[in-house]
Every structure is written in C-alpha cells, then in structure tokens.
Nanobody, 115 residues
Framework: QVQLVESGGGLVQAGGSLALSCAAS????????MGWYRQAPGKQRELVAD???????HYADSVKGRFTISRDNAKNTVYLQMNSLKPEDTAVYYC?????????WGQGTQVTVSS
C-alpha cells in the first residue's frame, strides 16, 4: 500500500510558476511509473506528465516546454515544476502511482491561475 500526499498548490497569476511535490509513504525506488493528473471543473481527469524509475518522462502536449516532472528516489518524492502558467492550467492536481496490482492517488492540490 502507498499513501501519496501532494503539496505546493495555490493561486498564481498567468505567466507565473508553481512547484508541486508528492511525498510517498514508502520507498519509490521500486515503483516504476509515477505521474501527475489534473481535473478541471466539468472536465475529465487528464494525464499531465509521468516519469519512470529510470527517469524517462512523458508530457501532455498542452504542457510540453512549460512543465517538468522529476523524482528523487532518496526522498520518496515526485515533483512537478510548472512555469508559464495559463488560466487553462487551473485544476486540482493529483499524484498517482501503480504499485503491485493497484493504482494509488493522492488527495489532490488546487492550482488556480488568474488572468
């Protein structure tokens, strides 16, 4: 079992930056893929970015060049650096991983970008 706790959300003006963190309750060294999803009001949850245990990354087209995902296995933490934020990035951001046969999700952190 894995508990994931996100932090770092908040309110920022368009063009600004935020850094999200996701702390896992167990070592993530053995967890392959970890990622960030987001869900805006009235919309489906969508993948933002994910990262494998060896650092391979994948990004949604809408965030490429602006967001960077990284992981620190020693700290059991995954990060999402978000730059050049746009109002359409406003959403609840969720950290997720697959461990064993199960998917685990954090409680989410709100990111609001004002125009």
């Amino acid at each position: 079992q894995v508990q994931l706790v996100e932090s770092g959300g908040g309110l920022v003006q368009a063009g600004g930056s935020l850094a999200l963190s996701c702390a896992a309750s167990r070592t993530i060294f053995s967890i392959n893929a970890m990622g960030w999803y987001r869900q805006a009001p009235g919309k489906q949850r969508e993948l933002v970015a994910d990262i494998t245990s060896i650092g391979n990354t994948h990004y949604a087209d809408s965030v490429k060049g602006r967001f960077t995902i990284s992981r620190d296995n020693a700290k059991n933490t995954v990060y999402l650096q978000m730059n050049s934020l746009k109002p359409e990035d406003t959403a609840v951001y969720y950290c997720t991983c697959t461990y064993g046969k199960f998917d685990y999700w954090g409680q989410g952190t709100q990111v609001t970008v004002s125009s």
